[in-house]
Protein backbone atom coordinates (compact mmCIF):
# COMPACT_ATOMS: atom_id res chain seq x y z
CA UNK A 1 0.00 0.00 0.00
CA UNK A 2 1.46 3.18 -1.37
CA UNK A 3 1.55 5.46 1.73
CA UNK A 4 2.20 9.37 1.37
CA UNK A 5 3.27 11.54 4.13
CA UNK A 6 3.20 15.47 4.23
CA UNK A 7 5.44 17.91 6.65
CA UNK A 8 6.60 21.26 7.11
CA UNK A 9 3.24 23.20 7.55
CA UNK A 10 2.74 26.01 10.02
CA UNK A 11 1.87 29.45 10.98
CA UNK A 12 3.91 32.07 9.32
CA UNK A 13 3.22 35.52 8.61
CA UNK A 14 2.18 37.25 5.18
CA UNK A 15 5.56 37.42 2.55
CA UNK A 16 7.29 34.86 4.21
CA UNK A 17 8.51 31.39 2.80
CA UNK A 18 7.69 27.82 4.30
CA UNK A 19 8.42 24.37 2.53
CA UNK A 20 6.11 21.61 1.97
CA UNK A 21 7.39 18.59 1.95
CA UNK A 22 5.28 15.17 0.48
CA UNK A 23 7.58 11.37 1.26
CA UNK A 24 6.08 8.39 -0.94
CA UNK A 25 6.44 4.84 1.29
CA UNK A 26 5.48 1.49 0.16
CA UNK A 27 3.98 0.23 -3.04
CA UNK A 28 5.16 -0.33 -5.86
CA UNK A 29 4.74 3.08 -6.68
CA UNK A 30 6.10 4.85 -10.04
CA UNK A 31 5.70 8.19 -9.14
CA UNK A 32 5.32 9.58 -12.54
CA UNK A 33 2.62 12.39 -11.36
CA UNK A 34 2.42 13.99 -7.59
CA UNK A 35 0.70 17.03 -7.05
CA UNK A 36 0.08 19.77 -4.20
CA UNK A 37 -4.08 20.51 -3.51
CA UNK A 38 -5.42 22.93 -1.04
CA UNK A 39 -8.58 23.14 1.24
CA UNK A 40 -10.03 25.88 3.27
CA UNK A 41 -13.16 24.69 5.71
CA UNK A 42 -15.77 24.61 4.00
CA UNK A 43 -14.19 25.14 0.52
CA UNK A 44 -13.33 22.90 -2.28
CA UNK A 45 -10.03 21.03 -2.87
CA UNK A 46 -8.44 23.06 -5.34
CA UNK A 47 -5.19 22.24 -7.13
CA UNK A 48 -1.88 24.07 -6.37
CA UNK A 49 1.27 22.30 -8.40
CA UNK A 50 1.91 18.90 -10.08
CA UNK A 51 4.94 17.49 -11.15
CA UNK A 52 5.61 14.60 -13.85
CA UNK A 53 8.62 13.25 -12.64
CA UNK A 54 9.33 11.64 -16.12
CA UNK A 55 10.07 15.17 -17.70
CA UNK A 56 11.19 17.07 -14.67
CA UNK A 57 8.23 19.31 -15.53
CA UNK A 58 5.74 21.42 -13.27
CA UNK A 59 2.66 23.13 -13.42
CA UNK A 60 1.15 25.15 -11.53
CA UNK A 61 -1.94 27.11 -10.74
CA UNK A 62 -2.46 30.70 -11.72
CA UNK A 63 -3.22 31.10 -8.37
CA UNK A 64 0.96 30.47 -6.73
CA UNK A 65 2.48 30.55 -10.17
CA UNK A 66 5.56 32.59 -10.14
CA UNK A 67 5.59 32.48 -5.58
CA UNK A 68 5.33 28.47 -5.57
CA UNK A 69 8.20 26.09 -7.06
CA UNK A 70 8.60 22.66 -7.06
CA UNK A 71 12.05 20.24 -6.30
CA UNK A 72 11.97 16.18 -5.96
CA UNK A 73 14.32 13.56 -5.32
CA UNK A 74 13.88 10.59 -7.51
CA UNK A 75 15.43 8.18 -4.94
CA UNK A 76 13.83 9.06 -2.33
CA UNK A 77 10.46 9.83 -3.95
CA UNK A 78 10.14 12.87 -2.16
CA UNK A 79 8.52 15.99 -3.38
CA UNK A 80 8.71 19.72 -2.21
CA UNK A 81 6.52 22.72 -2.56
CA UNK A 82 8.69 25.67 -2.27
CA UNK A 83 6.14 28.40 -1.25
CA UNK A 84 7.26 31.91 -1.22
CA UNK A 85 5.94 35.96 -1.16
CA UNK A 86 2.97 33.97 1.28
CA UNK A 87 -0.42 35.34 1.59
CA UNK A 88 -3.41 35.18 4.35
CA UNK A 89 -5.27 33.74 1.46
CA UNK A 90 -2.91 30.48 1.15
CA UNK A 91 -4.05 29.50 4.57
CA UNK A 92 -5.45 25.88 4.28
CA UNK A 93 -4.70 22.46 4.35
CA UNK A 94 -2.22 21.15 1.98
CA UNK A 95 -2.91 17.58 0.15
CA UNK A 96 -0.44 15.42 -1.24
CA UNK A 97 -0.99 13.15 -3.84
CA UNK A 98 -0.25 11.07 -6.27
CA UNK A 99 -0.80 8.03 -9.16
CA UNK A 100 0.93 5.88 -11.25
CA UNK A 101 0.95 7.86 -14.56
CA UNK A 102 0.58 11.04 -15.80
CA UNK A 103 -2.33 12.47 -16.70
CA UNK A 104 -3.47 15.26 -18.91
CA UNK A 105 -6.42 16.25 -16.12
CA UNK A 106 -3.75 16.72 -13.96
CA UNK A 107 -5.38 19.32 -11.92
CA UNK A 108 -8.46 17.05 -11.14
CA UNK A 109 -8.10 15.64 -8.03
CA UNK A 110 -10.60 12.51 -9.10
CA UNK A 111 -7.73 11.73 -11.28
CA UNK A 112 -5.80 10.86 -7.79
CA UNK A 113 -4.95 7.09 -6.10
CA UNK A 114 -3.45 8.11 -3.33
CA UNK A 115 -3.50 10.92 -0.64
CA UNK A 116 -1.60 12.09 2.15
CA UNK A 117 -3.23 12.90 5.72
CA UNK A 118 -2.69 17.19 4.76
CA UNK A 119 -0.81 19.48 6.78
CA UNK A 120 -2.12 22.91 8.09
CA UNK A 121 -0.59 26.04 6.44
CA UNK A 122 -1.49 29.53 8.03
CA UNK A 123 -0.67 32.98 6.94
CA UNK A 124 -0.92 35.63 9.08
CA UNK A 125 -1.14 39.06 8.18
Known amino acids: QVQLVESGGGLVQAGDSLTLSCAASGGPFSGNAMAWFRQTPGGEREFVAAFRWELNRPYFADSVKGRFTISKDNARKTMSLRMNSLKPEDTAIYYC??????????????????WGQGTQVTVSS
Open 97 to 114: AGRQYWTVAYYNQQMYTF
